[in-house]
Nanobody
């Protein structure tokens, strides 16, 4: 049974940085793309960034463009989210997502931006 496991969340001050990691393990299907979503309290889950396995095409939400960078290591089946210039509106649970024969989700990692 495959799984996505996130790590790297935590508490950071405004203006700070965090790097999230997501490892996909135990899957036998081709991964077409991997994404990071987030969900803040009382809000719907939203797409933050996506990277395609081939070609490394990336997409970002307007709210994170220029601050967040998604990258991948295909050999390790790992996707990263480098988050810089964090502010309170980035506080949320961040979820890793992968599209294979269906969508898969990680368990989420909390990111809290507060002074």
């Amino acid at each position: 049974q495959g799984q996505l496991v996130e790590s790297g969340g935590g508490l950071v001050q405004p203006g700070g940085s965090l790097r999230l990691s997501c490892v996909a393990s135990g899957f036998t299907f081709t991964i077409y793309y991997m994404s990071w979503y987030r969900q803040a309290p009382g809000k719907e889950r939203e797409l933050v960034a996506r990277i395609f396995t081939t070609g490394a095409i990336t997409n970002y939400a307007d709210s994170v463009k220029g601050r967040f960078t998604i990258s991948k290591d295909n050999a390790k089946n790992t996707v990263y989210l480098q988050m810089n210039s964090l502010n309170s509106e980035d506080t949320a649970v961040y979820y890793c997502n992968a599209l294979m024969e269906r969508q898969y989700w990680g368990q989420g990692t909390q990111v809290t931006v507060a002074s």
